[in-house]
C-alpha cells in the first residue's frame, strides 16, 4: 500500500540554524500539508500546498517557514532560522484531489531544538 | 471562538467491551469530521470519514456517529481488544472544498486484558 515518507526520523540542531524537512508524498497525490505536534500537545494545522503554491496557510506558518515542492516527487518544509518552541513533531500528509478528502499521514520527523 | 474537544484525555476500558469516545465541536459547519488513530511517536493514520448528511458509519468493529444539531461525533469501538490501545484524534474540515484539518486534543484508550 503506497505510504507518505518523511525524512529524517529525528533531527537535532541549534537554536538559530536552517532545517529542512523532506517529504515524499504517495504518488499521483495532488494536494501537499505540512502540520506540527508539539509534545503532548494537538496536531496542529501549518501549510498547505496545491498546483506548485500555498493554499492556505495558519498562523504559525510565519516568514520563518517557507515549503517547496523541488521535483516531481518531494516536498519540503524549510525552517530558516529554528528556535527553541520548533521543537516538535513535524507530520507530512498529502491527498489525492480535490474531490477526495482523506489525507494520508508520514511518519513524522522529530525535530529538537537545542 | 472555534474549539474541538474530545471527552476524555483517557479512557480506560475492559477487552471485550465497547469503548466509546466523544468530539464535540463549537463555532464550526463542518461539512465531514475524521477520525484518526495515533500511535506514540507516530503520525495519524485515517480510520472513518462521516459527511454532515450521514447520521452513521461502519467499518468493521468501528462506528462512527455525527449529529450537526448537537455539534457532536461519537466514535465507538466494539468488542475492544489489547491492540484498540492508542489515542483517537477526531478531526474536521472547517471551511467546504478547503484543505486543512482541525485536531482536536485526543483521548488516550487503554484497553485492559
Known amino acids: 500500500e503506497p505510504e507518505v515518507t518523511q525524512t529524517p526520523s529525528h533531527q537535532v540542531t541549534q537554536m538559530g540554524q536552517e532545517v529542512i524537512l523532506r517529504c515524499v508524498p504517495i504518488s499521483n497525490h495532488l494536494y501537499f500539508y505540512w502540520y506540527r505536534q508539539i509534545l503532548g500537545q494537538k496536531v496542529e494545522f501549518l501549510v498547505s500546498?496545491?498546483?506548485?503554491?500555498?493554499?492556505?496557510k495558519s498562523e504559525i506558518f510565519d516568514d520563518q517557514f517557507s515549503v517547496e515542492r523541488p521535483d516531481g516527487s518531494n516536498f519540503t518544509l524549510k525552517i530558516r532560522s529554528t528556535k527553541l518552541e520548533d521543537s516538535a513533531m513535524y507530520f507530512c500528509a498529502s491527498k489525492a484531489d480535490r474531490s477526495t478528502d482523506t489525507q494520508y499521514f508520514g511518519p513524522g520527523t522529530r525535530l529538537t531544538v537545542l | 471562538s472555534q474549539k474541538i474537544e474530545q471527552n476524555s484525555e483517557a479512557l480506560n476500558i475492559q477487552e471485550g467491551k465497547t469503548a466509546t469516545l466523544t468530539c464535540n465541536y463549537t463555532n464550526y459547519s463542518p461539512a465531514y469530521l475524521q477520525w484518526y488513530r495515533q500511535d506514540p511517536g507516530r503520525g495519524p493514520v485515517f480510520l472513518l470519514l462521516i459527511r454532515e448528511n450521514e447520521k452513521e458509519k461502519r467499518k468493521e468493529r468501528l462506528k462512527v456517529t455525527f449529529d450537526t444539531t448537537l455539534k457532536q461525533s461519537l466514535f465507538h469501538i466494539t468488542a475492544s481488544q489489547p491492540a484498540d490501545s492508542a489515542t483517537y484524534l477526531c478531526?474536521?474540515?472547517?471551511?467546504?472544498?478547503?484543505?486543512?484539518?482541525?485536531f482536536g486534543t485526543g483521548t488516550r484508550l487503554t484497553v485492559i486484558p
Open positions: 500546498f496545491y498546483n506548485n503554491e500555498i493554499s492556505e
Open positions: 478531526a474536521l474540515d472547517p471551511s467546504t472544498g478547503a484543505n486543512n484539518l482541525f
